[in-house]
């Protein structure tokens, strides 16, 4: 009895010290393998193991600076022990640090390397390991800093990221991994605040499928976006993730909200020239994003976005106060090149751009948007539409522009030079192939447009009130339907300007038929274009026009009335041609009305639409036409108006038909006297004509002189200059001679020069016509005189008349 008591006491003994043992062999084996495996040393501050209820505890872990833990707490089922499953009830893991680094084949912990990928052969020879399985992984307050080689063939590309987690807890995990585990964390990935709420496979690929819930500033990750993005987004969606070996796919259906938005998108388009600022922006829709290997491929949003004080800087900034878009954004990555789709349902509120313009609303239905590599390649809109639109043009006194898009301006600015260059614009101009496709199936305007033009003197202003403006097809090679109509006076609602028709005005060559209608038109806004002296009228003009393959045909009918002119004024404009005002002046009638029809031609080309170049052609043209015709018919057979350029003063003046005298008289012909009775009945019937009258004398003045002298000189002793002078005042009226000639003649120059007795001869002749028209009832003041000439070309002796 004695002696079984004492064998029993000794195996209990030899329990009871392994017992106690084994943690500290546990303890001093895990140090050993850690020390092998981290090739540093390492330390294990305590283990516990409690073989009755299974508990073990492992605290204190440190290996080097690639690992510390503070505890691993695993409850053990004690009777899988027995069983080919060991099985695990409960698995507590907190306080883990760990640094790692991502390699494409491998993970490196310190100095441990990690596979990624086994050898499939060796893992078929080797011997079954047991299996297990763990009911409950809970980690808590772990840290892991990770750091990978974005491209290898870069150094400098190596970039570093922190994963906190707060509470990791997965379920039913076993060594076969290809079962669905219930799933939920929170964490903090680089500052951006996670959570999610699911189910997670990781064999074959890892796939994760819940609910996310996201916190975070987009900045922290710029480096795996092809733009620079500040926000910062809050997210409660269901999302999909599904990483194959280096794509990874994520898909997210809910809402998204993003605030203190700023973007910059130079790199998409060359017409953003500053940054994109969001105030706010809620997306309810899905996400999808598409990376390989931490490079974007695509991502795509379907859903409907809206967002707050947005702002952007093309050549002027922009701003509106709500934007809602219903549709889809799809952003692809193709090797360099960003590709950028938009097609969906646009909305804008209260839309300004700069000091230029603004608009209540601005829809798009339809729309449809592609770029690639930053050009725009399309544009198309089934239903374009702007309300409240107040735009403000104006054009600077060096000739800039400015309340029109950059393009629009520089395409102004080029055709200006190739006109005054002459050069040949078609051998510069864009193919129609290259450029990008715009279509609009219908275009709905209403507001206001003004214009300022202040490279004019005095400053243009005008204004079309209630403008409303329909197009239909706006893309070339289809056929145009317009509607254009507004309201060009404040307080008028019959002056009114209307634009119809329809034709093929995109294409090239253009064709088609419009119908301009301009009624009750204030002339002295466009007094700058018309010339000085306009002082009031009112226009209403009646155009058609027919297009030709790019040739202008149009049919005028120009009406004024109450034209009031300052002729002072109109006399000293200076022009290049028969000044607009000389012109409507020498047209209108005895009750200041002017009713007349003249047709254009003109190339399309060559054609620019802005306010002085409308007036100047379609008024203008017409008025300067007539103008002519109208002094031709009142003055037959006397001839017309001529325009006579003078090279000193580079500048052209409307001219009638000089008045023809014989060489060396200055006696008014029978013709003169007849051409001066049609020009005082010209004048009579158009009051507000004025005149400058220039003799002018010629070499065949010259020559009647030297003929003279000579023959004098052979039939007696050379004259004195007392008989010269008294010879040449004998053949003028009394009337007419100048007080020197009357009361004593000076001394004609001496052979070969006639200069001062030649300028006699023109101021002689300028006064005998100025005495005519005076004799015919005209008013002095109507009749100016001007420095009396000697021409030294082919011209005759003659009196000019000038306007």
Request: glycine share 6%; hydrophobic share 40%.
């Amino acid at each position: 009895m004695r002696k079984g008591s004492l064998v029993l006491g000794s195996v209990l003994l030899v329990l009871v010290v392994l017992v106690a043992a084994t943690p500290f062999i546990v303890r001093w084996q895990a140090e050993t393998l850690l020390s092998e495996q981290f090739q540093v040393p390492a330390s294990i501050a305590d283990v516990v193991i409690n073989p009755v209820d299974g508990l073990i505890a492992v605290k204190g872990v440190m290996a080097g600076d690639a690992l510390a833990l503070d505890e691993v707490r695993a409850e053990l089922d004690i009777y899988s022990l027995l069983s080919d499953q060991i099985v695990v009830r409960r698995l507590l893991i907190t306080g883990l640090k760990l640094s790692l680094d991502l390699q494409p084949d491998a993970v490196q912990v310190g100095k441990l390397r990690v596979p990624l990928q086994t050898d499939e052969n060796a893992q078929a020879d080797a011997e079954p390991s047991p299996g297990w399985y763990v009911e409950v992984l809970n980690l808590q307050d772990v840290l892991i800093n990770a750091g990978y080689l974005r491209d290898p063939a870069q150094p400098d590309s190596h970039r570093q990221h922190q994963l906190s987690l707060q509470s990791l807890q997965l379920g039913r995990l076993n060594n076969d991994l290809s079962q669905q585990m219930p799933v939920s964390l929170t964490a903090l990935i680089d500052g951006a605040e996670v959570g999610l709420d699911g189910s997670l496979q990781t064999v074959p690929s890892m796939h994760f499928e819940g609910r996310l819930q996201l916190a975070a500033d987009v900045s922290e990750f710029a480096d795996y976006l092809p733009l620079a993005i500040e926000s910062r987004v809050s997210a409660d969606q269901q999302i999909q993730l599904t990483l194959a070996g280096p794509q990874l796919d994520i898909q997210t259906e809910g809402q998204l909200t993003l605030v203190n938005n700023r973007v910059q998108l130079a790199e998409l388009s060359p017409l953003l020239t500053g940054p994109l600022t969001l105030g706010s922006a809620d997306w309810q829709g899905s996400v999808r994003l598409q990376l390989l290997a931490d490079q974007l491929q695509s991502l795509a949003l379907t859903g409907q976005l809206k967002t707050s004080d947005f702002a952007a800087m093309l050549t002027e900034p922009v701003t509106l106060s709500a934007m809602d878009y219903n549709g889809q954004v799809t952003l692809t990555n193709s090797g360099a090149e960003n590709n950028l789709s938009v097609q969906g349902d646009l909305n804008l509120q209260k839309l300004t751009a700069g000091e230029t313009g603004s608009a209540g609303s601005f829809s798009a239905k339809q729309l449809n948007i592609q770029i690639a590599g930053g050009q725009l390649l399309s544009v198309l809109v089934d239903h374009l539409m702007l309300t409240h639109l107040d735009l403000h043009i104006e054009r600077q006194a060096n000739g800039q522009w400015s309340g029109l898009p950059q393009s629009a301006a520089e395409i102004s600015e080029a055709d200006n030079q190739a006109s005054a260059t002459g050069s040949d614009s078609d051998a510069d101009a864009p193919k129609a192939d290259n450029l990008p496709v715009f279509a609009v199936d219908r275009l709905d305007i209403d507001g206001r447009v003004s214009f300022t033009d202040k490279s004019v003197r005095p400053v243009a202003d005008i204004a079309f009130e209630d403008l409303v403006v329909a197009i239909e097809r706006l893309e070339r090679g289809a056929t145009q339907s317009i509607s254009i109509g507004a309201r060009h006076h404040e307080s008028s609602t019959s002056a009114r300007v209307e634009l119809t028709g329809e034709g093929n005005f995109l294409d090239q060559p253009a064709n088609g038929e419009l119908s301009l209608m301009l009624q009750q038109f204030e002339l002295f806004e466009v007094s700058s274009y018309l010339g000085d002296g306009i002082k009031s009228g009112q226009l209403t003009l009646d155009t058609g026009v027919v297009i030709t393959d790019d040739k202008i045909k149009a049919e005028n009918r120009v009406r004024v009335k109450g034209l009031d002119i300052d002729s002072g004024l109109a006399k000293t404009a200076n022009t290049s041609d028969l000044s607009i005002s000389v012109a409507l002046d020498l047209l209108k009638d005895g009750d200041d009305r002017i009713d007349l029809k003249v047709p254009i031609e003109a190339d399309l080309q060559n054609f620019s639409v802005d306010t002085s170049h409308i007036v100047q052609t379609a008024l203008g043209n017409a008025a300067r036409k007539a103008a002519f015709a109208y002094a031709q018919y009142a003055l037959q057979p006397f001839g017309s108006l001529m325009l006579l350029k003078n090279v000193a003063e580079a500048a052209a003046k409307p001219r009638f038909q000089p008045m023809v005298f014989t060489a060396g008289s200055t006696v008014p012909g029978d013709e003169v006297q007849a051409y001066a009775d049609k020009l005082v009945q010209l004048m009579l019937d158009r009051p507000g004509l004025a005149l400058t009258l220039c003799g002018v004398a010629t070499g065949e003045d010259r020559q009647f002189l030297m003929d003279q002298a000579a023959e004098l000189a052979r039939s007696q002793a050379a004259p004195s200059d007392e008989q010269l002078s008294a010879q040449i005042a004998s053949q003028q009226p009394a009337s007419q001679q100048q007080p020197s000639q009357q009361e004593g003649a000076q001394d004609p120059p001496s052979a070969p020069d006639y200069d001062e007795a030649l300028l006699d001869i023109a101021q002689a002749r300028g006064t005998a016509v100025r005495a005519l028209l005076l004799t015919g009832g005209i008013a002095e003041q109507r009749l100016y005189a001007c420095r009396p000439t000697i021409a030294t070309g082919d011209e005759s002796p003659s009196v000019t008349i000038d306007l």
